[in-house]
């Protein structure tokens, strides 16, 4: 009974978390922690390819806005409100 009314919360506190490790995985690419952040720092910044920078913060950008959109539409779905 407890998990059902649960899930919704759950759906979203996962979402929270996973926005988040995309994040600090963006950022750990700056200070050399590999992923997509160093991919644009080296890439893009380093070797003056302002397309290569934009098209990573780009796809960073549509990650997030894609898990924030999925997370919140799979929570409402399951909630019972």
């Known amino acids: ?3 059902p009314e649960a ?8 979402t929270f978390i996973f926005i988040a490790v995309i994040d600090m995985s ?3 690419g700056y200070i ?5 952040g160093d ?3 080296v890439y893009g910044y380093h070797q ?4 290569v920078t934009f098209a990573a913060v ?7 806005q894609l898990a924030q959109f999925l997370g919140s ?3 409402k779905k399951v909630m019972r409100r």
């Open 1 to 3: 009974v407890i998990l």
């Open 7 to 14: 899930l919704g919360p759950l759906i979203l506190g996962y």
């Open 26 to 28: 963006a950022m750990a």
């Open 32 to 36: 050399g922690g590999g992923g997509l």
């Open 39 to 41: 991919f644009a720092i």
């Open 48 to 51: 003056f390819e302002p397309a």
């Open 58 to 64: 780009i796809v960073i950008v549509i990650m997030v």
């Open 73 to 75: 539409w799979l929570s």
